[in-house]
């Protein structure tokens, strides 16, 4: 959020007005909004888990497969 935020206020204290400062911060905000969506969707998967709403299906997984990805 700090990322986001002090990206946002140099934006807007003109940092805007240059192109590539413009494409720099934009860039930043886009990868920590991403991050932080992810953290999210991690959070909320691990809320439904540890409330039994989560139906896990176990299956087997091809050992060899799994070690290499």
Excluded at 23 to 33: H, N, V
């Amino acid at each position: 959020l700090a990322v986001i935020k002090s990206s946002v206020e140099t934006l807007i204290d003109g940092a805007a007005d240059e192109p590539e400062s413009r494409a720099m911060f934009l860039t930043q905000i886009t990868r920590e909004s991403d991050r932080l969506e992810a953290l999210i969707q991690d959070l909320l998967s691990l809320a439904r888990i540890e409330s039994g709403n989560l139906g896990l299906e176990p299956q087997a997984v091809p050992l060899g497969r799994a070690i290499t990805d």
